[in-house]
C-alpha cells in the first residue's frame, strides 16, 4: 500500500496535519493487511507528526534508520535515531544506502559522497548495530520502475545478497 495510490502521479500531496492524520490512520487500521509477518513502514526522514503518530498508534518491533553517508544525510538520520530513543522504540540499526558505486565499464568503485564511513561512525557514536551497505546501482532503480524488486529480478546479484543480508539480521532481531 502506499500514499502514492491515494493521489494521482503527478499530484502533489498538499495537505495539512489532519489530512495526513487521517491518511495515515486509514492505512494503518482500515487496511486489509491479511495475515503479515512483517510490516515495514517506509517513511521519509524526519521527526514530525507522521512519525511520532506511527509510534503511538501501533505496536512498533523497532525502527531501522537508513542513511547515505553525506553528512547532511545524516543530521536527518540522527535526529531520527534522537525521536525513537525519547519515544522508547528499539532501534534495530542502521542502514548506509548509496554507499558505492562500481562504474560498468571500468569497474573503478568510488565512494560518490566522499565519505564510506559516515553511517557506521553514526552507529558507533549512538551505539546501534551496523546492518549493512545498498550500493549505487542503475538496476536497483531499473528494477524498483518495473515492480520487480532487485532481490526477485536479480536474486543471485551482489545487489540482491546485500538487501537478503540486511533481511535476515533483521529477521534474527525480531525473532523470525
Known amino acids: 500500500m502506499s500514499m502514492g495510490y491515494l493521489v494521482g502521479d503527478a499530484a502533489p500531496v ?6 495526513v492524520m487521517k491518511a495515515l490512520q486509514q492505512l494503518l487500521h482500515e487496511v486489509d493487511w491479511g495475515g503479515l509477518d512483517i ?6 526522514p524526519g ?12 505496536v512498533l ?31 534495530l540499526g ?18 560518490i559522497f566522499g565519505s564510506h564511513s559516515g553511517v557506521t561512525h553514526a552507529c558507533k557514536e549512538h551505539d546501534i548495530p551496523f546492518l549493512g ?20 529480478a536479480e536474486p ?8 537478503m543480508a540486511i533481511a535476515d539480521e533483521l529477521g534474527r532481531k525480531i525473532g523470525l
Do not use: Y
Request: proline residues 6%; glycine residues 4%; hydrophobic residues 40%.
Open 47 to 58: 521527526t514530525g507528526d507522521t512519525q511520532l503518530t506511527i509510534t503511538q498508534q501501533i
Open 94 to 111: 542502521m542502514i548506509q544506502n548509496m554507499s558505492l558505486f562500481t562504474c560498468p565499464h571500468c569497474h573503478n568503485s568510488t565512494h
Open 39 to 44: 510490516l515495514v513502514l517506509d517513511l521519509p
Open 133 to 152: 551497505d545498498i550500493p549505487l546501482h542503475a538496476s536497483i532503480c531499473d528494477d524498483a520502475d518495473r515492480g520487480k524488486p532487485t532481490v526477485v
Open 61 to 91: 518491533d523497532g525502527a531501522v534508520i537508513i542513511s547515505t553517508p553525506q553528512d547532511i544525510a545524516l543530521k536527518d538520520a540522527v535526529k531520527g535515531i534522537n525521536m525513537f530513543k525519547t519515544v522508547k522504540i528499539p532501534l
Open 156 to 163: 543471485e546479484s551482489d545487489r540482491a545478497k546485500a538487501f
Open 14 to 19: 498538499v495537505w495539512r496535519g489532519l489530512m
